[in-house]
């Protein structure tokens, strides 16, 4: 079955550090650019970062510059999102969703997980 | 966000309904990246339309998109109760954020 389940959503204090991962399966993973998009409850969706195929590129959005890093690994299947220094705005549900073409970055997104929550709080 | 949508438009079934997502020459009015999301609650968004107009596999012709200079447009015709949820554009864009997505619409059925 082509999937995407996110793991590693919980309650961490502000200034806390966690990491999400992402297992994907049914396709081949290492032909495409793997995303982040968080949605805070009941809002709407804010892309957060994105990793090549290859894994010699990423993006991060503004918001999360220099506080969450995006890897991954190809042998396992699996995108990871470490996230550092937390804030209370980084409270959101956290989705990988998979690019939509093969070897490039394309904007649009054809798989996306169900989601795991992160609240950041004291 | 950067990009503007309508928070809610409505209409009877069988009825078309046209959402708008409005943009920049910075985001939707660049290129070609633009796409549109359905999202009942508590689930997952769903790819409805990429780059613009195209339509993935498995999602009903009912659905078509378009684009002219910085707005974008998803139109759902002959609306149907399963089509009420939120929608949202998304593009990329040329600037420090690249990817970006509008606010969202709650379509609801009459």
């Known amino acids: 079955e082509v999937q995407l389940v996110e793991s590693g959503g919980v309650v961490v204090q502000p200034g806390g550090s966690l990491r999400l991962s992402c297992a994907a399966s049914?396709?081949?993973?290492?032909?495409?650019?793997m995303h982040w998009v968080r949605q805070t409850p009941g809002k709407g969706l804010e892309w957060v970062s994105l990793?090549?195929?290859?894994?010699?590129?990423?993006y991060y959005a503004d918001s999360v510059e220099g506080r969450f890093t995006i890897s991954r690994d190809n042998s396992k299947n699996s995108l990871y999102l470490q996230l550092d220094n937390l804030r209370s705005e980084d409270t959101a549900f956290y989705y990988c969703?998979?690019?939509?073409?093969?070897?490039?970055?394309?904007?649009?997104?054809?798989?996306w997980g169900r989601g795991t929550l992160v609240t950041v709080s004291s | 966000s950067g990009l503007t949508q309508p928070a809610s438009v409505s209409g009877p079934p069988g009825q078309s309904i046209t959402v708008s997502c409005t943009g920049t020459?910075?985001?939707?009015?660049?290129?070609?990246?633009v796409s549109w999301y359905q999202q009942h609650p508590g689930k997952a968004p769903k790819l409805l339309i990429y780059?613009?107009?195209n339509r993935p596999s498995g999602v009903s012709d009912r659905f078509s998109g378009s684009k002219s200079g910085n707005t974008a447009s998803l139109t759902i015709s002959g609306l149907q109760p399963e089509d009420e949820a939120d929608y949202y554009c998304?593009?990329?864009?040329?600037?420090?954020?690249?990817?970006?997505f509008g606010p969202g619409t709650k379509v609801t059925v009459l």
């Open positions: 998304g593009s990329y864009a040329s600037r420090n954020t690249l990817g970006v």
């Open positions: 020459t910075s985001d939707v009015g660049d290129d070609d990246y």
């Open positions: 990793i090549s195929w290859d894994g010699d590129t990423t």
């Open positions: 969703a998979k690019d939509g073409a093969v070897a490039g970055i394309y904007w649009y997104f054809d798989l």
């Open positions: 049914g396709f081949t993973f290492g032909d495409y650019t």
């Open positions: 780059e613009v107009s």
